[in-house]
């Protein structure tokens, strides 16, 4: 919906600030206290204010109606209804004095074309037979600019229900990896746990040999729910694999298996439930080594889980696009960690719109914070309707707090997609709500 972001609020109760012009006939508007005895016609005038925001000038703006309404017991009469003030001619309206019987209401509508590049006013004032409210004025505020100002609204959205699958590659290169994963799974659990979500986590490995993984979910409790007083000791016993596993890493294969017969109707039943969403987290340094099987036929067979794939997404902590990665600040096991490029893993993150961290990261506490936002179906960063004209006068706002432009804690601009998008601290919580206003270059 496009509308026009308020530059000015001035509001007037109908009830409590009664506005009558002076005896000696100035136009000075001041409250009547006095209240009349017996029947009378009494107005009542919504709203006491408009604001058109700022428009280009020349550029009619869409009609605003005010209503007036007889809440008395007797014929109110109206006598006049003028525009004056500073600026009227930037104004018009389609008014006409209208005769009230009691409960019977009046719509007439008010139009602002600016004709200046400044803040421009207009007092819409209302004659009537009201014994105490003889004379309304109503204010009507608008500017001119360069440019329409457009104001959108967002909110974090969450899952209710998630299904929360991670792939561990187990072979002998990835021990490092899993220790990172298991010394911050609490930045993963914590963002689930404050929320409230509703969700089951189960682990496999990418061992397709060893006939006790090859698809089978891992631990003593195979699904860990939200009811779990203990989820994360749960999660650590889940990975606590080793390294050992098979050097043909095959995380399409494995998943394929843990979540169709025979297995998710017996080993691993009682993991995917049919309304919930589904997420799945490959930790791997190495691409999908299965046989006979590509990143398109994949997300098709994987996509296909849900009823609606909107509710199925595939997010991969693997190596960078293109080369891979190198890490030289030697958190593997005091030695360096190097990866190759995920490029089928990464297809498939593209695909249903997951997440992609390096595994190469320093340290994996912000990788999983960022995983556990995308996996409950919270985002950072939202498509803007139009394209802002100056991007220094766009301001973000999360719950009435102004967000600064900041690339670490704050907002940016990405131009390619013409979106917003938060960074650290900045990401907003679950149900915030995101306002955006931006100067755009308009039409009339």
Known sequence: MKYFLPLLALTVSCSDYDLVRDNDGTDIWQYDSAEPTGSWPDI?????????????????????????????????????????????????????????EPNESYEFSVDFTANAWTIQSTDIQIISNDPNE????????????EDAIYEEMFRQEFYAEVDILWVIDNSCSMSGAINQVRSNFDHFI????????????????????????????????????????????????????????????????????ALSAPLINNQNSGFLRADAALATIIVTDEDDDT????????????????????????????????LGCMETTSWSNGGLISASAGTQYLDVVSTTGGSWQSICAESFEKTLEYLALSVAGMRDSWVLAETPSNVAEVIVEVDGQVIPYNGIDGWTWQTNDNAIQFHGDSIPEAGSTINVSYPYASEC
């Open 44 to 100: 009542e005038v919504t709203p006491m204010s408009l604001n058109f925001g700022t428009l280009p000038v020349d550029c009619p703006s869409a009609p605003q109606v005010i209503t007036i309404r007889n809440v008395g017991s007797e014929i109110l009469e109206v006598e006049s209804i003028e525009l004056a003030g500073a600026n009227p001619s930037s104004f018009t309206t389609d008014a006409l004095p209208p005769v009230l």
């Open 134 to 145: 003889s004379h309304l004025a109503l204010e009507a505020i608008g500017e001119g600019g």
């Open 190 to 257: 914590d963002g689930f746990l404050d929320i409230g979500l509703d969700f089951h986590i189960a682990a496999i490995t990418t061992d397709m040999d060893d006939p006790s993984h090859s698809g089978q979910m891992q631990g003593n409790q195979t699904v860990i729910t939200s009811a779990d007083s203990n989820p994360r000791d749960l999660f650590l016993q889940m990975v606590d694999q080793g390294a050992d596993g098979s050097a043909q890493e095959q995380g399409f294969g494995a998943i394929n298996a």
């Open 291 to 322: 046989p006979n099987q590509n990143a398109s036929d994949f997300s098709n067979w994987y996509t296909n889980l849900k009823q609606d794939p909107s509710k199925v997404t595939f997010s991969a902590i693997c190596g960078d696009p293109g």
